[in-house]
C-alpha cells in the first residue's frame, strides 16, 4: 500500500503470475499431447517447440495486461467478482496481441484446444496465488502485527485528514508511534522522537500551507538517514532523492538519502544469509579450537556481548570472541587518555586488556567471525558501516554522524579496506560510511568483499 516493501511485494505477484500464466498454457499442452484428455475427434498436436512464441507473448504481457486492469490494486479490498471482470478484460488484450502476432507475423497457433484449457486453467490459478496472499496478508493482521512503525508531522488538521482517508486495512498496516504538531513543536522534538523509535520513515501532512519548521524537519530527517514522505512537492533537499509515492489515496513526496527496497536489496539479502550461513558451517570447527583456546588460557566467558546500534539506532546484541579480559568494560575510562581516535569513538593501540590469544585473534580479525550469527539473524550485512556501541552513538557530536546509521551495519565496509585503526580521525571513517551509502550498488559489496580478504590476511591495521 505505501513503501517500497509493497513495491516489490507486486513485483514478485506479477512475476508469479507470469509463471502461472505460462505453467497454465503447458499444462493445457501437457493434458492433450500425452492424450489425458482424449478427444477422438481432434488431431495430434505438435511438440512443445512450437508453443515458445506462446510461452512468450503469455509470460510478458499477461502480468502487464493484468496490472492496466487494476489486478495488482487493494488487494485486501478486492471481491472475486471483479478480480475475474478483470482477468477476462485482460484476456481479451491477450487475445488480440495473439491475433496480432498470427496475422503480422505469420504464428501459427498449435492447437486452439490447448488453447482453451490455459483459457480455463488460468484464471483459477490467478485468483488461488491472489487468495494465498490476500490470506497471508488478513492473517498477519489479526495476528496483532502493529504494522510498520512511522512518525507522523504536521499540522492537526493536515494529520486527521491523512489517516482519515486510509481504508481501516490500510490504516493497520502503519504504526504511528508519535505525531509532532509542528505548529507547536520543532525539528528538536522530531530528533528526539527518532532517537526514541528509531523509525525509519516520517510522515508529514498540512491542512493549508506547510508550517515555517518544515525545511528544517526535512534536514533533520536527511541527517538522521530516514525517509520523509511530505505531501507537498515544492520542497528544496541538498541530499535526499525525491521520489514519488502513495499513502491511501494521498499523493506523496518521498525524499530518500539511502538505496531505496529493489531487487538489488534483496539479493543483497539473501546473500548475506547464505554467506552467513556457510560461513557457520565451514568455520564451526575453527570456532571450537577458539572458544578452547580462550576458555584456557584466560577465565571468562568464550563470547563477548555488547548492546550496539543497527539501523536507524536500533539496538541489537552483538557477538564477539572475547579478547579481552573479563570485566574488561569497566577498565575504559583508566585508559580514556590513551584514546588515539578522535570523536566519540574508543581505541587504543596496544591495549593492556588485551589476552594474548585476543591480540592474535584481532590481528587475524577470528575475533568478529561470531557476527555471522548476527548477519543470519538479519541484524548485520555482510558489508555496511560497522556497527558501535550505543554509549558512543550516544556522544556523536555532530547528527550528521547519524546518517552512518541508515544502512544495516556490516562486518566489513570502506573503513577496513582503507586501513582500520589507520584512521584516526572519526569524521573520516564517517566520511567512508556516507560514501559507501551514497554509492551502494552489488557489485560494490562485491568489490569490498574481494578487498577485505587481503586485508584481513595480513592484518593491515589491525590491533
Sequence with gaps: MISRRQEL?????????????????????????????????????????????????????GPLLLEMQGFYQYPLEKTVGRSLRQIAYAGVWLGLIIGGCVVFFKLGIPSRSALLLFMLLAPAGLLMREAIYRDYRLRRLRRGNPGESVILAGTPDGMDTLLDRLTPLQRQEINVVERINLEQQGPKELVAALHKYGVGRVLF??????????????????????????????VRTSIARPTYDTLGSTPMLVLRVTPELSWALLIKSAVDRVGALLGLLLLSPLFALIAAL???????????????????????????????????????????????????????????????????????????????????????????????????????????????LSMKPGLTCLWQIAGRNVVKD?????????EYIDNWSLWLDLKILLKTVPVVLLGKGAH
Design 294 to 404: 580462550i576458555k584456557t588460557t584466560s577465565p571468562g566467558p568464550v563470547i563477548f556481548k555488547q548492546r550496539r546500534a543497527g539501523r536507524h539506532g536500533v539496538p541489537f546484541t552483538m557477538y564477539k570472541f572475547r579478547s579481552m579480559r573479563a570485566g574488561a568494560e569497566k577498565e575504559r575510562d583508566a585508559l580514556s587518555d590513551r584514546n588515539q581516535m578522535s570523536g566519540p569513538v574508543f581505541k587504543v593501540e596496544d591495549d593492556p586488556r588485551v589476552t594474548t590469544v585476543g591480540r592474535w585473534l584481532r590481528r587475524t580479525s577470528l575475533d568478529e567471525f561470531p557476527q555471522l550469527l548476527n548477519v543470519l539473524l538479519g541484524q548485520m550485512s555482510l558489508v555496511g558501516p560497522r556497527p558501535l556501541p550505543l554509549y558512543e552513538v550516544d556522544n556523536f557530536e555532530l547528527t550528521a554522524h547519524r546518517r552512518r
Design 426 to 434: 572519526f569524521t573520516e571513517w564517517v566520511k567512508l560510511d556516507v
Design 9 to 61: 511485494a507486486l513485483q514478485i505477484n506479477q512475476i508469479l503470475d507470469g509463471l502461472i500464466l505460462i505453467g497454465s498454457l503447458y499444462i493445457g499442452y501437457a493434458l492433450r499431447r500425452f492424450q489425458v484428455i482424449d478427444f477422438d475427434f481432434l488431431p495430434e498436436i505438435p511438440s512443445a517447440e512450437s508453443f515458445i512464441w506462446l510461452f512468450v507473448v503469455i509470460g510478458l504481457f
Design 205 to 234: 501532512a498540512f491542512g493549508g500551507s506547510a508550517p515555517r519548521p518544515l525545511q528544517h524537519c526535512i534536514a533533520a530527517c536527511e541527517t538522521e538517514g530516514v525517509e520523509a514522505w511530505i505531501a507537498a512537492n515544492y
